[in-house]
């Protein structure tokens, strides 16, 4: 719990440390806490800067022996409430833990930030304090959503930094979300679709027929395999690695799914407990449904990654208990680990004149 | 399968002849008649004005014994595709059987038109023959969605009819569907929610936050109780009754929840063969399992009801099988029954005046 910890540092062991941000989300320190002491006994390298109130952290952090010498306390005497709105907490949030989180990111202290705490929040005092990278207009919130792919997961992004996105915007989207796929998933040639009504070229607005245009024009140069429009039902399928939407129809997609999924999930339990039979095939079934259970668990890959800011933050749902946490800290720092805010800007970067190119012609191939 | 079926009809006996286009769907005629004779099998009044190729019919029909003067064929040159472009449909599809069957119910022949065909055709069609009721901007397609409330759906609208929505038009959705819901579902005083991607009053979009001042303003005058911005997860929830958005937004939170309890089922058809025990507790929970999938099987919701037209249009599923269609049917009759078109056009037509009040009332409040 001292400086020393993570003092004299080189940059491999900066890629071990995580900032954290405690007095975000639902369930307060104590979730935020019990997430990384989970974290640390799993693995041995990772370290902390947390940031919060001091003695409220020095109590629960003291009470886990696994903490000890992992940990470093960073006082803040404020924490941005759940419902605060994004430009007041970007206007007043200085001296938050919120944002003592994400300055350790932008101070080069720790590699990725993690936070359950107001979303909007969290991006607003994000894009302040870290800026957009290069090239990049709008920044994008990035989850892995369960699917049939080998690799487990599909990403879908965005899934609510911004409520629109332009045909630019969306082409960046599938590039960020291509590389998301290939550091975090492992996916080398990631296919990318990209969301609407219908799968005929012909359907949905002008800016998706103007985004499906510039992403198959720049899909080769990028390493990435345009599979054209998607369906809601494409998303969890293994016909595609990457879905790009806007943040408004993401969200609303993500809150959808999430509720589907938790409706059915009480439907099957009212079935199993309806019969003396059912409540014996629930006993026979138990373990594999457990393990059902376990594998298409929303907490086991709970975290929004932020992408195109110039250092990477990862949300984690409010309401995470400390296993949520434990599987946000678990995604930082993997991503840290691989480097993944640097080679995303490199690949962003290097494809924006080309990006803004293939926009310039496809906007005079229109006539506009 | 004469013309005497149908003549010398009183008004109320009309209310028993639906319209069907049976050349529409991936499946064909086939499952179509198939839903047909399942509802006759169900329901003794109902009769039929069937849409299609005569000789196809009169050999599909002749081979059930339960639709013989039930049916009167009207013989069609040409089908839709289900890829052909709406506007293509419109200019060149006089004389199939999806123009046939929608002009039945302009002619004052069948109450309600039923159709498994080109959702994007059958509206434009529709749109085109029999026109949009007074004060309607936009139709919507409206579903029921199944749910936690007694009556086992909220309705769901627009799925689209369009990809998008002004604040006028959420507004007349939102009277509309509670219309819906009234009507079809028997809630007195329906709740409606506007879909958002929070439910704090300054989240989403500028057209969101004037239809919730317009919705709010008009809510008592209209019988409905309006909550409020709503999410992706109370879609199914007991929160509300109707839920109200664009048909983009609409078309891609239905594909999504679809596609979610597809792999859902999936998933758990995989955990149930794991092992030797689970196949035993599949054995034991079979009946509960059973009637599981029967209570959220989509093809016993199937049809999206064409809304604010000068007729009603249902829409079944274009992969509907005969059980899928006999659904659609059912829910026909029971609009046809009602007198629902003359309903919801009375009750819009009453609020129009009142409607645009509010829009204007709100826009100078605003300084617009």
Redesign the interface.
């Known amino acids: 719990m001292t400086d020393d910890v993570i003092e004299n540092r080189s940059p491999s062991d900066l890629r071990t440390v995580i900032s954290v941000d405690a007095m975000g989300g639902d369930r307060g320190a104590e979730a935020v806490v019990g997430g990384m002491a989970l974290s640390a006994e799993i693995n041995p390298e990772i370290r902390f800067i947390v940031h919060g109130d001091s003695a409220r952290l020095e109590e629960l952090i003291g009470k886990r022996a696994i903490l000890s010498e992992r940990c470093e306390i960073r006082h803040a005497d404020s924490a941005i409430a759940m ?1 605060e ?1 994004p430009s007041h907490a970007m206007r007043n949030g200085k001296g938050s833990s919120m944002w003592g989180a994400i300055d350790s990111v932008r101070d080069g202290e720790a590699t990725v930030a993690v936070s359950c705490g107001n979303t909007g929040a969290l991006m607003a005092i994000s894009m302040v304090r870290l800026r957009r990278a290069p090239g990049v207009n709008r920044p994008a919130i990035a989850i892995l959503w ?3 792919n080998p690799q487990n997961y599909n990403v879908m992004l965005d899934v ?1 930094a911004d ?2 996105a332009d045909a630019p915007d969306l082409l960046k989207f599938a590039l960020m979300g291509a590389s998301y796929a290939r550091n975090g998933l492992g996916v080398a040639i990631p296919r990318v679709g990209l ?1 609407n ?1 219908g799968t ?1 070229e ?1 359907k ?2 002008a800016e998706l027929k103007e985004a499906h245009e510039m992403i198959a024009a720049s899909s080769s140069q990028n390493d990435i395999v345009f599979v054209g429009f998607v ?7 293994d016909r595609v690695d990457v879905i790009v ?1 806007d ?3 993401g ?14 999930g ?3 339990r ?3 407990k ?2 003396l ?2 409540r ?10 457990r ?2 259970r376990e ?2 668990d929303p907490r086991r890959a709970n975290g929004g990654v932020f992408l195109g800011l110039n250092g990477t933050v990862i949300k984690s749902h409010g309401s995470a208990d400390a296993t949520g946490v434990s599987a946000a800290i678990k995604l930082a720092f993997t991503l840290a680990q691989l480097g993944f805010a640097d080679k995303i800007a490199a690949r962003v970067a290097s494809a924006v004149p080309h990006g803004d190119d293939v926009a310039n012609a496809v906007r005079s191939e229109n006539g506009e």
Chains 1, 2 share one sequence.
Do not use: C, W
């Not at 369906?231 to 399928?237: A, K, Q």
């Not at 969200?251 to 059915?264: C, M, S």
């Not at 014996?280 to 449904?289: H, I, K, N, V």
């Open positions: 419902d709105k369960p699917s049939d609510g409520i629109k969301l009504v005929e012909h949905g607005r369906e809601g039902g494409d998303i969890p399928s939407t943040g408004f129809t969200n609303v997609a993500l809150k959808t799914a999430e509720g589907t999924a938790k409706a059915i009480r439907q099957l009212a079935a199993f309806r019969t039979m059912s014996l095939g629930a006993l026979f079934a138990y373990s594999s449904m393990q059902l594998k298409i």
